[in-house]
């Protein structure tokens, strides 16, 4: 269902920003907990849309670093 793949990757989006603020890594946990209390789909979805988001970043800081010189 592709709602639950949007609202998932929205509000994955809006958590890692708060983490990004707070610097709560336990944040997405505790809000992964609470999805799952009621969707166990929702859960998945969200906690997939932090991992690949997470990821993505990740490899997109290795890239800035190799394109400016560095050795990685």
Do not use: C, N, P, Y
């Not at 949007?6 to 958590?15: F, G, K, P």
């Not at 609470?34 to 990821?55: C, K, N, P």
Request: charged share 30%.
């Amino acid at each position: 269902m592709q709602i639950i793949e949007t609202l998932a990757d929205e509000l994955a989006q809006d958590v890692l920003a708060a983490i990004e603020k707070t610097g709560d890594d336990k944040m997405a946990d505790r809000i992964s907990e609470v999805i799952g209390a009621s969707s166990q789909t929702m859960q998945e979805a969200f906690l997939t849309a932090v991992r690949v988001r997470r990821a993505e970043a990740r490899a997109r800081a290795l890239l800035a670093e190799l394109s400016e010189g560095g050795q990685g």
